[in-house]
């Protein structure tokens, strides 16, 4: 029997009201270039310009950060960055991780449910190219509404689509600001 262990908070919500007519019209014509094997909108800022979803994921944010963060007062998790990324038939999105960020996330705009899933990978590696490769990743399916969150240092992969509709999500990452640490443990940082 195997059992997974050494687990990672992966959070799992839904923004629970569809997108208006205004965001999908900002979200759907943006304008967007090649990733490494998909693409990825020019502005990195996208939800600046989307009060309420910003909002609507903050909130969201919030309550996975107070499960899995012991912030002191003075200290907050914030949306730093914010993309679009569009994936069709025949591409897919790379394994890779978010530098310089705490956590990352992913809402999803417009996703088939029976085919889409995004793949979060294990810390751990394996030592030789004879491991079984599902053994060290998870698939979560996507739908439309959902936000994803996970550490940053998680690689995250989407598999090649192999046909239907273009797979659009919305990506984002955080930092903190405020003061963290203690002055006795010498551990104080304002952020």
Not at 19 to 29: H, I, P, Q
Not at 99 to 126: C, M, Q, T
Not at 176 to 181: K, L, Q
């Amino acid at each position: 029997m195997i059992s997974p262990t050494f687990a990672v908070p992966i959070g799992r919500y839904n923004i629970n009201r569809p997108l208006t007519k205004d965001e999908l019209m900002l979200l759907n014509n943006l304008d967007m270039e090649q990733n490494q094997e998909n693409y990825v909108s020019v502005d990195s800022y996208v939800l600046d310009k989307l009060e309420n979803l910003k909002k609507d994921i903050e909130v969201i944010l919030k309550e996975y950060t107070d499960e899995c963060l012991d912030l002191p007062e003075d200290a907050e998790i914030y949306i730093t960055q914010s993309w679009v990324n569009h994936t069709s038939k025949g591409e897919s999105h790379h394994k890779h991780y978010h530098w310089n960020s705490i956590y990352s996330g992913s809402f999803y705009i417009d996703v088939d449910p029976l085919r889409d899933a995004i793949e979060l990978w294990s810390g751990h590696k394996p030592l030789f190219d004879f491991y079984k490769p599902e053994h060290f990743s998870t698939w979560f399916p996507c739908e439309v509404g959902a936000v994803f969150l996970f550490p940053s240092n998680i690689d995250h992969s989407v598999r090649v689509i192999a046909n239907g509709m273009t797979r659009k999500s919305l990506a984002f990452n955080t930092f903190v600001r405020g003061d963290i640490g203690s002055i006795n443990g010498l551990t104080k940082i304002t952020l």
